[in-house]
């Protein structure tokens, strides 16, 4: 069974128009991130959320929405998708032990997104 | 502010040498320290990881790491590289103070028969 899971996999879109990438982990947790990962491999926390609330906001552009129905899920929803959007997409998940920087966090198998 | 440093980009080694990938941080107290390994087109797998105590800490596939305080330095070693360890790896760095984590740029691992 797949600890952490993502859909879909790949997402080919054009300039413009809006997309979400959905996250789902079967683990239990209670934290889950968005990580951004570009071109170079450098790899950004870009969202975290505990027991469905934001914990975590780093510098995005508000175009990015997370959205947590309930602990097992996180959903990413992008407006107006831009080409600097093209990017892999990690959704990972943690417990809560270590007060939550020193949790380990469990990786899904990320959204490749490509903007045309 | 808080950073990750993984000094080389991309390391070629031949299978069954010995390997180190080096990692440094500037963090001001001891920070949570981790080791990824990313294969092609896959997510994220822990290595290890070191919190407190013992300095050196074994992880999964053979793989160890060593905390130098006084070097800022968590570096990742393996004695004898396999083929299947080819792959991206990341350093990253956790502290509670704001509760953030951050990545290194990573390295990347090609092996040589």
């Known amino acids: 069974d797949t600890a952490v899971s993502q859909t879909p996999k790949y997402l080919v879109t054009q300039m413009g128009n809006d997309k979400s990438i959905k996250c789902e982990q079967n683990l239990g947790h209670d934290t889950m991130y968005w990580y951004k990962q570009d071109s170079k491999k450098f790899l950004k926390i870009m969202f975290s959320?505990?027991?469905?609330?934001?914990?975590i906001n780093e510098t995005v552009p508000n175009r990015f929405s997370p959205k947590s129905p309930d602990k097992a899920h996180l959903n990413l929803h992008i407006n107006s998708l831009e080409l600097g959007d093209s990017a892999v997409y990690f959704c990972?998940?943690?417990?809560?032990?270590?007060?939550?920087?020193?949790?380990?966090?469990?990786f899904g198998p990320g959204t490749r997104l490509t903007v045309l | 502010a808080q950073s990750v440093t993984q000094p080389d980009i991309h390391i070629t080694v031949s299978e069954g040498a010995s390997l180190e990938l080096r990692c440094n941080y500037s963090?001001?107290?001891?920070?949570?320290l981790f080791w990824y390994v990313q294969s092609p087109g896959q997510g994220l797998q822990l290595l290890l990881k070191?919190?407190?105590?013992?300095?050196l800490v074994q992880g999964i596939k053979g793989f160890e790491a060593e905390f130098k305080r006084s070097q800022s330095s968590f570096n990742l070693r393996k004695p004898s590289v396999h083929w299947s360890d080819a792959a991206e790896y990341f350093c990253a760095v956790g502290q509670n103070t704001g509760n953030q984590f951050y990545f290194g740029t990573g390295t990347s691992l090609t092996v040589i028969p």
């Open positions: 990972a998940s943690s417990q809560r032990i270590s007060g939550g920087a020193g949790d380990t966090q469990y």
């Open positions: 070191y919190f407190s105590g013992d300095t």
């Open positions: 959320y505990n027991n469905k609330e934001l914990i």
């Open positions: 963090y001001g107290a001891t920070p949570y």
